[in-house]
Every structure is written in C-alpha cells, then in structure tokens.
C-alpha cells in the first residue's frame, strides 16, 4: 500500500524525478488558473448572469464572510491568498473521485510548501499593515522575556499546519485502500464520500487557520488605560477653573 504519492515515479534521470505529487500538483494548478480565466472573462453586473458567475459569487462571498469574521478588518486585502489556499486544498480533495488521481496533499512535501506560504504571508502582512518595528515588537508582548516562545510559537504552527493536512489527508487514503480490498462494492463509495467532506473540512480548516495567524500578526495594539490626573501633558499646569 502507497503511503504517499511520492512513491509513484512517473520519470527518474539520476536525481531528477518526476513523481505524481509534482504532476498532480501543476496539473491541479494549471486546471485552477485555466478555469478561473474562463470562468471571469464574462463577468457582468446585469440580472442575466452565467450559472458558472453565480457559483463564483457564492464561493468568493463565502470566503469573504469567514475572512470576515475571523476578525480581518478589510477581508478583500486577504482574500486572494486565502481563497487560493481553500480552493487549492478543497479541489486536491475533490478529484479523487477521478480513478488514477492521487491527491497532492497527501504528500508532506505539498502540505509543508502550503505552511511555508503561510509562514511567509503572516509576517508580510504583519509588517504592511503595522510596519516593521510594530510587527516585531509583538513578539516582545507583554515582556521581552517572552521572546523566544513566540519564536518557537511561529515555528510550531507552521509544522503543525504541515502534519494536521498531510495525516488527515493520508489516513483518508489509506483507509479508503484497505476498505476497497476487503470490501470492493459497497464501503468503497462510502468512504469516498465520506473522504470527499473530511477533505472539505480539511480545507475549511486549514484556510481558517492560516487566517486566523494573520489576523493575530495584523492586530494593531489596543491603546492603554487613560491616565491618572496629574500625569498628562498638562502636569504642574493650574487647572483652566482657576484662571
């Protein structure tokens, strides 16, 4: 039984290697970039509208709403990045019901690239939005001391991101080859549903996750108390009644 998709090699030359996470991966991608150029390039604000436009609207809502209410001020800022990384994941899961599709997510290697590019995004937009020195002194929040656990913090998360996708995606197909060796007719279409929504929630998950990180790096400081009397800019001042 194949653990990954990474023992399928398609075309090895010496340390090259072509194996079906690489092929499924650009294939995977290559289908998203074509189908969202066919299916924006006739976009309109009329009644009439394409069925393929309002499944569109539904989905970029969708996203939008959730962005939204992970507490993202301007969701559009960030919907680009965390609408690809849903669809990405989501559509990774959809396609196993095509007979010789082995999903990329299932690979480490996919789930620990789709970390990095949120390791990467989170400090991006921490510094655009509260600009370097404000980004970095959140990791000195409440005390410097705290330093080093948030360094480890950032690094923990982005491996947990990796090992959650790539062991729920993993045992998903793994389970799904053990039930349609013993079982060849009835439990096999079971679990591919069932795989079909686990990798839904997968996706779900994951694009929450990676949202909820950066709306963590881009929350601004919340101003302090007011001060106490006496200890304003007008301190030492006669109070404006005894003038």
């Not at 970039?33 to 989905?59: C, D, P, Y």
Request: net charge positive; glycine share 8%; proline share 7%.
């Amino acid at each position: 039984m194949r653990l990954s998709p990474d023992e399928i090699v398609y075309w090895q030359q010496g340390w090259l290697k072509l194996n079906a996470t690489i092929v499924f991966t650009w294939g995977l991608m290559a289908l998203l970039a074509v189908g969202s150029k066919l299916v924006t390039r006739g976009l309109t604000t009329e009644h009439q509208r394409s069925r393929w436009q309002n499944l569109l609207e539904i989905v970029v809502s969708g996203i939008d709403k959730q962005i939204r209410d992970v507490g993202l001020r301007e969701p559009r800022r960030y919907l680009d990045f965390l609408g690809t990384l849903f669809l990405f994941v989501a559509a990774s899961s959809l396609f196993t019901i095509l007979p010789g599709y082995e999903p990329p997510t299932a690979s480490l290697s996919t789930t620990t690239a789709l970390a990095l590019c949120v390791f990467i995004a989170v400090p991006y937009y921490g510094v655009r939005d509260q600009g370097l020195r404000g980004y970095l002194r959140s990791y000195i929040e409440p005390t410097a001391l705290m330093l080093p656990f948030n360094l480890i913090s950032e690094l923990s998360r982005t491996l947990a991101l990796a090992v959650r996708l790539f062991g729920n995606m993993m045992s998903g197909a793994m389970i799904l080859g053990i039930l349609l060796a013993i079982t060849p007719f009835v439990f096999p279409i079971v679990m591919t549903a069932l795989g079909l929504l686990t990798g839904m929630v997968q996706a779900y998950i994951f694009s929450i996750l990676a949202a909820v990180y950066v709306a963590a790096a881009t929350r601004r400081p919340r101003p302090g108390p007011p001060g106490k009397p006496g200890k304003s800019g007008t301190e030492g001042k006669d109070p404006p009644w005894t003038a």
